[in-house]
């Protein structure tokens, strides 16, 4: 099978090195990728957001299967061009995506159907979010009602900055989405949907806010491990009951299957789990973790979402834990200082169960330089979260970047439930 991987993440790299260990696997693009990428696959310089281009390249190159990583490209409908071009493509319409694209699309969905998550309204004049956030008490959660990378929900703990965040967000032209707050722990939920068929994937955990002891301001997530102890195999059975059954019945219902993987972002309290978001794509860094645990070939189960032939059998784990620490740039989750040079990830990738993926990475004349905000994810297996932990800080202290940083505390949760 000819493969090619949309994206050019952590994400994709991890997506890329389980490909390629593929019996099936023929030859492998990732586009655009990253020098990570370019050592398990061949790296193509084209534009997610020129689907004539992208289509042009899968008929030269006889691709079988488009995989797309990242939410923008399928929010914008590349796998309906993809679709009406005869190409395979892993990952939802347009129509589907925007369980992921609007937040207020979700949460009407999730009333709809009874899947179980917070009380929201939603809001387009200033005047009326603030009334009823004063109404209502801190803390509350505020949301822009669009693709956000990240920066568009705003845990409020005081009414003035609740109420800035409705200001900024309606003064951009995003409509907001007003929510309850809750407490709870946070999963990343991954199920396999083939438009009829759901199967649990896997979860994680990841660990949003840039600084130790979950401090600072949210990014696209600094590490994460799976499986999360939380997860239990009950509490799976009931998160495929009350949220991704009913998701996919009501996709149908609506006349868009979704197809691809699903992503709930669950909030996990004594009543259960609650949706917090949805995400129609493989998280980054959760597929960092879950990926490498993977025992089962991963493009059998991707053909099969495609093709409507998912089987009841979820698929298999080793039963190591994985845990993965991102490094970023300083500046992230801001504006990163791009353009420092990375040495030593070669002698971090000779320590025992580890792999470094790349992310924003740039190479020149065989030396490796940072080029965007998360920018190396290190992961490690050891028989225990708290193993890993150790093995993929060990591999982090191998690097050496002074311009880069990353949190010394990922997988605390996990390891305070080990030594219990
Ligand atoms: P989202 O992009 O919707 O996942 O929101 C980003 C982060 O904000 C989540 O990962 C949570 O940590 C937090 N968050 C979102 N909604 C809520 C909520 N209703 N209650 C508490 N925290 C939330
Ligand atoms: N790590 C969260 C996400 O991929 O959205």
Redesign the pocket.
């Known amino acids: 099978m000819n493969v090619l991987i949309l994206g050019s993440g952590a994400r994709e790299h991890a997506l890329a090195w389980a490909c390629a260990k593929s019996p099936l696997i023929g030859n492998l693009f990732v586009a655009p990728g990253n020098p990570g990428c370019a050592t398990v696959a061949q790296t193509v310089p084209l534009s997610l957001a020129d689907s004539t281009k992208v289509i042009a390249f899968c008929r030269a190159e006889s691709i079988d299967l488009v995989v797309v990583g990242p939410e923008g490209p399928l929010v914008s409908g590349l796998a309906d061009d993809l679709a009406a071009a005869d190409i395979s493509c892993f990952g939802p319409t347009r129509e589907a995506a925007k369980l992921e694209g609007s ?1 207020g699309y979700a949460k009407d969905f999730c009333r709809e159907f009874g899947i179980p998550t ?1 009380a929201y309204r939603r809001f387009r004049e200033p005047n009326e979010a603030k009334e009823h956030i004063r109404s209502l008490g801190v ?1 509350i ?1 505020v ?1 822009a009602d669009g693709l956000a990378a ?1 920066k ?2 705003v ?1 409020a703990n005081t009414l003035e900055e609740a109420e800035g965040a409705v200001d900024t967000f309606l003064s951009a032209g995003m409509p907001i989405v007003v ?6 722990e ?1 999963v990343s939920f991954f199920a396999l949907c083939d438009g009829v068929t759901a199967i649990p994937f896997a979860s994680a955990q ?1 660990h ?1 806010r840039v600084g130790d002891g979950d401090t600072g301001p ?1 990014t696209g997530g600094m590490g994460a491990y799976s499986p999360p102890p939380l997860m239990t195999p009950e509490l799976t059975q009931r998160v495929m009951r009350e949220v991704i059954a009913p998701t996919l019945r009501g996709m149908n219902e609506r006349g868009s299957p979704f197809r691809g993987v699903l992503f709930a ?1 669950l ?1 996990v309290d004594v009543h259960g789990p ?1 949706v ?2 949805f995400n129609v794509r493989f998280g980054d860094p959760e597929a960092e973790v879950i990926l490498p645990r993977l025992k089962d070939d991963l493009l059998p189960l991707l053909v099969a979402c495609v093709n409507g032939t998912l089987s009841g059998e979820p698929p298999r784990f080793y039963s190591d834990a994985a845990l993965v620490v991102v490094m970023a740039a300083r500046g992230y989750p801001g504006e990163p200082v791009r353009g420092s040079r990375i040495n030593g990830i070669e002698d971090a990738e000779a320590a025992p169960g580890v792999v470094v993926f790349h992310g924003g990475t740039r190479e020149v004349d065989g030396a490796i330089f940072a080029d965007g905000g998360r920018v190396l994810a290190i992961t490690a297996l050891g028989s225990n979260v708290a193993e890993a932990q150790r093995r993929a800080y060990g591999a982090v202290d191998r690097i050496k970047w002074p311009e880069g940083f990353c949190r010394r505390d990922i997988g605390w949760r996990a390891i305070g439930r080990e030594s219990e």
């Open positions: 937040k917070g803390p959660v949301k990240g568009g929900v845990v929510e309850e707050f809750h407490e709870g946070e990841d949003k949210n972002g909030m609650k917090i978001e």
